[in-house]
């Protein structure tokens, strides 16, 4: 059998309705910003593999770290043992994060750092002998799909299943261009009205919603307003850490500093699953205590994997280092100018850029469907031109890796204008 039929065969993939949807395609190598399938096809990967590989695929330096690592120390047991690469990464990470972070507890993914970071928050009223039981989150948020960080998302194909067993959560608007007030007052209602444990969000875009974009400064105010009222922040850098803005994390634009960060993703240049939730010094000693029952009773057998810690570590160096930080004013200085060009397009409602990040959506009423026609003939007509792009409703979006090159670069954009066109003469659009 070849790959696409084992697939077929044996495989359950994430997202995905088996019966109508397309045959998976068999990936056998990646090098760089290019991906090639088992047929021998190339494909540009225009969204770093959602998001998680911004160095590059068969990244040398950081398989050379994996091996070393592994011909040293691959794993180890992390409940009553610590190691060098764990330590190492720690210290890394409170070096270049917001100042008010003081200790990481590592996990496996996206998903797992909120939910550590949600059921933190919980037990820390708890520790202090108070019961908060309401989280607030963005309306169209997505934190992930274990149940609390999915409890904490907002898109309804996602959750609409499990809503009778999720926490409460009360949404207010995303705080974008002329919605700003609306979601300064929501918040202050809502944290008059409950028991508010934290207030979560995904600092400056809100990747999965099609890369809705805010401004720095009506976040700062969304967190003063929970700092003045006791509600905890955590921000959910999964998406936006590690360079996706321009700059290290979506949080260096900020004046105020959350009170816990999740991280993950592009942590180990796209090699081994490893994430981080963070804390200030305040919360964690809610949980020191001589009473173990106020300890964090939450584990993962590979929590801390010394592989993936020292992978990350090479990681922080190569994003530090001067070539790749010119890449990422250098592409998005070219996502300006293209979002420029598409911002004439009749077809387009409007572009946004930040970092590394362009979006526009098209001229065609918002239905919702997460997976609707227009989205579905985009992806094919993507695929079938050599490009991974994974369009939102009726949002294009380009999240390259970082070492992408300029050519390479050139043609998404022309393949993006190309489909607009094949939409356009099918009267989709």
Known sequence: MTLSEKDQRYLWHAYTQHKTSDTPIAIVKGKDALLWDENGNTYIDAIASWWVNPYGHSNERLARKAYEQLTSLEHVLFGGFTHQPACDLAEALLKILPKNQSKVFFSDNGSTAVEVAVKIALQYYYNHGEKRTTFIAFEE?????????????????????????????????IPEKGQE?????????????????????????????????????VLDELIQICREHQVLTIADEVMT??????????????????DMICLSKALTGGTIPLSAT??????????????????????HTFMANPTG???ALESLKILAEEE??????????????????????????????????????LKVPDTGEYYGAIR?????????????????????????????????????YQVVEESIAYLSQKGLI
């Open 181 to 217: 007030e609306a979601c300064k007052q929501r918040l202050l209602e809502v944290i008059a009205q409950e028991k508010c444990a934290a207030f979560i969000f995904e600092p400056l875009v809100l990747g999965a919603a099609g890369m809705r974009m805010y401004a720095p400064e």
């Open 278 to 299: 963070t804390t200030t010094e305040a919360i964690y000693e809610a949980f020191y205590s001589d009473d173990i029952s106020k300890a964090l009773f939450h584990g």
């Open 241 to 258: 850490g590690f360079g996706k803005t321009g700059k290290t994390f979506a949080c260096d634009y900020l004046k105020q500093m959350p």
């Open 376 to 412: 579905n003939e985009l992806y094919r007509f993507y695929i079938s031109h050599g490009v991974i792009l994974r369009p939102v409703y009726h949002t294009i979006y380009i999240l390259p890796p970082y070492i992408i090159t300029d050519k390479q670069l050139d043609r998404v």
């Open 324 to 361: 790749m930080q010119a890449n990422l004013k250098r592409i998005h200085a070219r996502h300006v100018t293209f979002a420029d060009k598409m911002d004439k397009h009749p077809k387009v409602a409007r572009t946004r850029t930040l970092g590394v990040i362009v979006a526009l959506d």
């Open 141 to 173: 948020a997505f934190h992930g799909d274990t149940f609390a960080a999915m409890a904490v998302s907002g898109i309804s194909l996602y959750t609409t299943a499990f809503q009778d067993q999720l926490l409460k959560v009360v949404r207010i608007p």
């Open 309 to 311: 810690c020292a992978i």
